[in-house]
């Protein structure tokens, strides 16, 4: 069954500390991963698109990184700011003629000054 | 929100009563979505279109019908709604399928709430 799984639930740091939120799947075969930032009572937003042959991918102080031998992929945020408070959900592509993506049920931060 | 727009934003009704959430776009992308996110659950798909009256169903369609009469417009119908359905709805529009390398674009939500 294609999952994917996020962890931790949620978590809280403080503003200028450095974090990583992991993603783990099952789907296959697989196509591309997502990170996407969602603030309280908005829609989500793309951070990264990753495919196969990327291991790496940074937007600010967001950098993504995906090992696609051991499906696990994880987002680093730097140097967080009260900005970065957000869950993040890390949602997987299957690589098939149906339309499929996967949503993991996403990692809630809780930066504090 | 990347020019998307969804009406209304928070809607209260009772079960039984029909409800029709829309969704328009500015940017002219082909494919547009319908979600719903529940606590528990990542967000899921309940229809889609892949261009004007061309649509098919997602994981969740049971109770839902949509209609896409422009480009434009992404309509979603909860035609006798239940508790079940009360739910944060989401609109997303992308330019090719969204399983492709390419970016989802999602509106602001909707808040259902069916007592």
């Known amino acids: 069954k294609n999952q994917v799984e996020q962890s931790p639930q949620s978590l809280i740091i403080l503003e200028g500390k450095n974090c990583t939120l992991q993603c783990n799947y099952t789907v296959s075969p697989f196509s591309n991963l997502r990170w996407y930032k969602q603030d309280t009572g908005r829609g989500p937003v793309s951070l990264t698109i990753m495919t196969f042959s990327e291991n790496t991918k940074s937007n600010g102080r967001y950098t993504a990184t995906l090992d696609a031998d051991t499906k696990q992929s994880s987002l680093h945020i730097t140097a967080s700011q009260l900005s970065d408070s957000a869950s993040y959900i890390c949602v997987v592509s299957a690589l098939a003629n149906t339309d499929k993506l996967i949503f993991g049920t996403g990692t809630r931060l809780q930066v504090f000054p | 929100d990347a020019g998307i727009t969804q009406s209304p934003r928070h809607k209260v009704t009772e079960t039984g009563t029909p409800v029709t959430l829309r969704c328009h776009q500015t940017?002219?992308?082909?494919?547009m979505y319908w979600y719903r996110q529940d606590p528990g659950h990542g967000l899921r798909l309940i229809h889609y279109s892949y261009g004007v009256k061309d649509t098919d169903k997602g994981e969740v369609s049971d109770g839902y019908s949509v209609s896409r009469s422009k480009t434009e417009d992404f309509l979603l119908t909860l035609e006798s709604a239940t508790s079940s359905q009360t739910s944060v709805y989401f609109c997303?529009?992308?330019?090719?399928?969204?399983?492709?390398?390419?970016?989802?674009?999602f509106g602001p939500g909707t808040r259902l709430l069916v007592l």
């Open positions: 997303a529009i992308s330019e090719s399928r969204r399983d492709r390398d390419e970016t989802q674009y």
């Open positions: 940017e002219n992308h082909r494919y």
